[in-house]
């Protein structure tokens, strides 16, 4: 279970948790990145003497759980402080462990005739059930056989957080925590074949104690909905995606839970729109495109516009694509924006799939083809089909953790708008401006024209929140800015650059997006930190969105970056898509 990062290692885990953020700052400025590297390297080597206890306990393991051993199942002893056993799955995903968590809670109490109704708890990656305080022997025993089939944890929670280390369900431990906490987080852990994705009890089901109290039960602690309950307050049946906005919405139906009727009404904050998903992405080594390409010479005013590396695919769609699906199971649909171009592994006959061709976006065919992102970003609103509400990706973005749709949307419909620290420089457009930085200036003069206000910062290299009316309100209000840049083949200085940036400046505005946080990470494979950046992103997985972009390539590393890129995102995202074909339909 070992990944080779020594980012992950549970010695320096330790280090990051017992030494403050500030003192690691200033030991890293003062030792060199390769002595830091080396000493993470060897307290790696160290930890794998731990591999002997691991492998004593799955042993055990086999002889306490024979049955998982039989028709595929399988078992696998992690490292680290806790001694946990994984189940194995090969489509390990945090909605998967979720609902599996909750299956098991519930049928175990339904089993054992124990009362119970699910809530809207703070977390919605999490399950919530309640349960009467005068049930809770019932429960512990109910708890003690959960671990005969298969291992399952124990968490006692303060408020939201668990505390101290999870004990196994059975075991001593295990036996006195449903004694005396309030709450307790049931589930099990889960890990890809290759213990790259290890899921645990994040995605655990909570189980609250309500306490009897002048002809009420009373919650433990806070939840969504409502602090306490008539002792006979009615119990209806919902689907489970009523309780949380991390569901599968469009994809299968869930199974039903039984509530009570304040938890199954909608509240306020939830997203009840559908939510779609639009991909632009070109192959730059298919002979035809760079045919179509060179017919119109060398393309760009400037360098970066001609830089090879902005067409380089080193397949960071595929890993988008499960990024997608593992953290956003909400999405109703994804269009990918091609020309004339599709990867060889993508099922494009998949019902959630689209594959939208440039001239089935631009109404005038002399404007194609187009080698320039503005132009086509410029048209997206006009995707067939496309929701009101959707995001926007380029390939090289990759949600990094679940989210829910009100990460990105406000359920009034406003959208979530990720400023950069990064500014627009305030000078005048000059010849050797980039082609960002003029697209930035041009859209600084119109917002300045149109609304009295200067754009200063850009955008986060993060998922674009947009609605496409007013995509169409800024095509309509800008006209021949718009017109101009949908008919630049190349990037040129007289672009604007809509879903990136003149959108959300736009909508906020006009009251129609809000500026709002993401927990961000930007990558850049030219750095020669790169290495230990994804090493530290992999173990962490503490970003709800990243970039992995290529800015200034010089042509020689390409095959290397390429080979390090491909081993951090298969490690980041073991489980293929359903938008991807079979292995054996690809050869």
């Keep these: 279970?070992?990944?080779?990062?020594?980012e992950a290692s549970a010695a320096v885990g330790a280090y990051r948790s017992l030494v403050p953020a500030g003192l690691r700052g200033r030991i890293a400025r003062v030792v060199p990145p390769r002595l830091r590297t080396l000493l993470k390297q060897v307290l790696r080597r160290l930890h794998v003497f731990g591999a002997l206890t691991r492998l004593l306990r799955g042993l055990r393991a086999r002889r306490r759980w024979p049955h998982l051993f039989q028709g595929g199942e399988r078992l696998a002893a992690l490292a680290g402080p806790g001694a946990r056993?994984?189940?194995?799955?090969?489509t390990v995903s945090p909605l998967g462990l979720r609902e599996a968590n909750l299956e098991?809670?519930?049928?175990?109490?339904?089993?054992?005739g124990v009362d119970y109704f699910a809530i809207r708890g703070a977390s919605d990656y999490r399950s919530c059930l309640a349960v009467a305080e005068a049930d809770r022997a019932r429960v512990a025993r109910v708890l003690a056989r959960l671990a005969e089939h298969s291992p399952v944890y124990l968490h006692a929670c303060r408020g939201q957080a668990a505390q101290g280390r999870?004990?196994?369900?059975?075991?001593?431990?295990?036996r006195r925590l449903p004694r005396h906490a309030s709450v307790l987080r049931i589930g099990m852990v889960w890990s890809d074949p290759a213990g790259s994705l290890v899921l645990g009890l994040e995605y655990g089901c909570d189980l609250e104690f309500w306490q009897r109290r002048e002809g009420r039960l009373v919650a433990p602690r806070p939840n969504r909905v409502t602090e306490d309950v008539a002792l006979d307050e009615p119990r209806v049946t919902v689907p489970v995606s009523r309780l949380t906005g991390f569901a599968a919405l469009h994809t299968r139906r869930t199974r039903a839970v039984r509530t009570?009727?304040?938890?199954?009404?909608?509240?306020?904050?939830?997203?009840?729109?559908?939510?779609?998903?639009v991909y632009t992405w070109v192959d730059g080594n298919d002979p035809a495109w760079q045919q179509r390409r060179a017919a119109f010479g060398p393309g760009g005013y400037h360098t970066e516009s001609a830089n090879a590396a902005r067409y380089i695919s080193r397949?960071?769609?595929?890993?988008?694509?499960?990024?997608?699906?593992?953290?956003?199971?909400?999405?109703r649909h994804v269009y990918l924006v091609t020309d004339r171009q599709r990867p060889a592994w993508l099922n494009d006959g998949h019902p959630r799939l689209t594959v939208v061709d440039h001239s089935e976006i631009f109404d005038d065919p002399a404007a194609l083809p187009t080698f320039n992102s503005h132009a086509i970003e410029s048209r997206l609103h006009h995707i067939k089909g496309l929701a009101e509400h959707f995001l926007y990706f380029n390939d090289d973005m990759f949600l990094g953790r679940p989210v829910t749709p009100q990460d990105f949307f406000l359920s009034n419909g406003m959208t979530r708008t990720f400023f950069s620290p990064s500014q627009v420089p305030r000078?005048?457009?000059t010849p050797g401006d980039r082609p960002v930085d003029a697209a930035g200036k041009n859209n600084r003069r119109l917002l300045m024209d149109r609304f009295g206000t200067a754009l200063v910062q850009k955008l986060r290299h993060a998922p674009y929140a947009l609605r496409r009316s007013v995509l169409q309100e800024i095509e309509q209000e800008f006209a021949e800015e718009h017109r101009r840049t949908s008919y630049s083949r190349f990037r040129s200085p007289t672009d604007i650059s809509v879903p990136s940036?003149?959108?959300?400046?736009y909508a906020y505005l006009t009251g129609r997006a809000v500026p709002s946080q993401i927990a961000f990470a930007y990558l850049d494979l030219a750095k020669p930190e790169i290495r230990r950046r994804l090493g530290i992103l992999l173990a962490r997985r503490d970003r709800q969105a990243f970039c992995i972009n290529d800015t200034l390539s010089d042509g020689h590393d390409t095959a290397r970056q390429t080979a390090m890129l491909r081993t951090f995102l298969q490690a980041y995202y073991p489980v293929p898509s359903p938008f991807e074909r079979k292995e054996r339909e690809t050869r």
């Design 166 to 174: 999870a004990v196994l369900c059975g075991s001593r431990p295990g």
């Design 260 to 277: 009570i009727r304040p938890c199954a009404e909608p509240l306020p904050e939830d997203v009840r729109f559908p939510i779609d998903v």
């Design 104 to 112: 098991l809670v519930v049928t175990a109490l339904e089993e054992a």
């Design 315 to 331: 397949d960071e769609l595929r890993y988008s694509l499960r990024a997608l699906e593992q953290n956003a199971p909400w999405v």
């Design 427 to 429: 000078w005048d457009l």
């Design 85 to 90: 056993i994984a189940l194995v799955r090969p």
């Design 1 to 6: 279970m070992n990944t080779g990062n020594p």
């Design 501 to 505: 940036s003149l959108y959300h400046y």
